[in-house]
C-alpha cells in the first residue's frame, strides 16, 4: 500500500518510513503540513496518510479538516499520530475528520493492525464505487431500452428485438 507520512520532527519520521518500508509498503514523506498538502493534491496521491498533528506549514489536524470539506475527491484513510494523548486531543483529531488516532511513540504491531483496518476501508470503499458505477450504467441501459421501445409503440411497430422482455401492444386510433 502507498502511504504517505508527514512529521517534522526527523526521529520519529524515520522510524515510521523504516517500519512501513519493513512491512513491505511504499512510502511518501512529507517534512512538514505543506508539503504534505502538496502530495495529497498530487494526481497519484497515496489513499492513506499518517499525520503528525503539530508540524509548520499546515498542522495535520487541519489537513484532515480541509481533506473533509474537498467535494468529489477519492476517499484518503487519516491517521493522526501524536504526542497529544488527551481524551479531549482524540476527540478533536477524530471530529477534524482523522479515521484512526494514535500517539507517540507508537506500537509497531498496533500501527499494522491500524493500517490493515484502513486498507479494509479503503477497499470496501472501491467496491462500492464500483457498484455504483455499474448501477449507473444498468440504469442508463434501462433508460435507453425504455426510450426504443416507446419510439417503436410511436410508429406503431411492436419491437421485437428487446432482450430480456416481451412486448405487447394494441394500437387504437382516436
Known sequence: MRILIADDDAIP??????????AGHDVVVACDGAEAWQVLH??????????DWLMPGMPGVEICRKIRQRDHAPYL?????????QKEDLIAGLAAGA??????????H?????????QRILDLQAALLASLEELAQAHQREVEIGARIQQLLLLGQL??????????ALTIPS
Do not use: N, Q, W
Open 110 to 118: 498496533e500501527l499494522h493492525v491500524r493500517l490493515r483496518a484502513g
Open 99 to 108: 479515521d484512526d488516532y494514535l500517539i507517540k511513540p507508537f506500537d509497531p
Open 13 to 22: 519520521r524515520r522510524l515510521l518510513h523504516a517500519t512501513l518500508v519493513r
Open 159 to 168: 419491437p421485437c428485438d428487446v432482450a430480456g422482455a416481451r412486448v405487447a
Open 77 to 85: 484513510y487519516l491517521i493522526l499520530l501524536t504526542s497529544k494523548d
Open 42 to 51: 498530487s494526481a497519484d496521491a497515496p489513499k492513506l496518510a499518517i499525520l
